[in-house]
């Protein structure tokens, strides 16, 4: 699909039903990194004056009557509620999400160099969790299906780590693979792998991904 065709046909449908209620549009997922196949998600971010179940209900008719509405996907928020978010996702969320339709960092609360550190503890204890959770009630089957989709955090999380390093956030997963070194970098590598379908040795790559998660959580709690 063009994207830009989808994106305009969009904001055109956006601000002829909501007017003045629209106030910021954004790109996000891997149509805004260049990443996309054919079965991608349209990941897209709307602010609008305020949210209620109607002012939802006529956001879902306009997706639909846009088209692909199978893949659209993203996040929607009004802008009270987007001041008063978590401030440790608005770094992540600031560098991963394109203006399209306003700007976000007129809507969003400022951030510290901790509230991303927080971010990525926060990340990494989800994954953690998840994967010593699915290893100790499921069945090693559907462990190793649904590891690809575990390591899916792995790339943001990893993203963060490299702004915290060196600050500068890395918008793809090639540009950030060249940019890693050690273990951070074959943790990403694994997580590609998978992605494309690859089936690595289970066992190494679970006990690869645990150590991992705890060498990075202990670094960033120190």
């Not at 305020?50 to 088209?67: F, H, K, N, Q, S």
Request: with cysteine; net charge negative; glycine share 6%.
């Amino acid at each position: 699909m063009d994207i830009q065709v989808y994106l305009s046909r969009l904001i055109d449908g956006l601000t002829h039903t909501f007017g003045d209620r629209l106030l910021y549009v954004g790109l996000q997922g891997s149509y805004l990194r260049g990443e996309a196949t054919e079965t991608s998600d349209i990941d897209v971010m709307i602010i609008f004056d305020e949210i209620d179940a109607p002012t939802l209900d006529t956001y879902r008719d306009l997706l639909i009557t846009v088209g692909d509405y199978d893949r659209s996907c993203g996040f929607v928020c009004s802008r009270a509620d987007m001041a008063a978010w978590n401030t440790p996702e608005v770094c992540h969320l600031l560098h991963t999400t394109r203006d399209l339709y306003g700007r976000l960092a007129d809507f969003v609360p400022a951030y510290s160099r901790e509230d991303v550190i927080q971010y990525v503890k926060m990340s990494i204890g989800n994954l953690y969790h998840e994967l010593c959770h699915r290893y100790i009630h499921a069945s090693r089957e559907t462990n190793q299906s649904h590891l690809a989709m575990t390591c899916k955090a792995v790339f943001f999380i990893l993203q963060n780590v490299h702004y915290l390093r060196k600050g500068r956030f890395v918008a793809t997963k090639k540009e950030l693979l060249k940019a890693l070194e050690g273990e951070d970098r074959e943790i990403l590598a694994l997580s590609l792998r998978l992605s494309e379908g690859e089936s690595p040795d289970f066992d190494n790559a679970f006990a690869g991904l645990l150590r991992w998660c705890q060498g990075t959580l202990t670094q960033w709690s120190q």
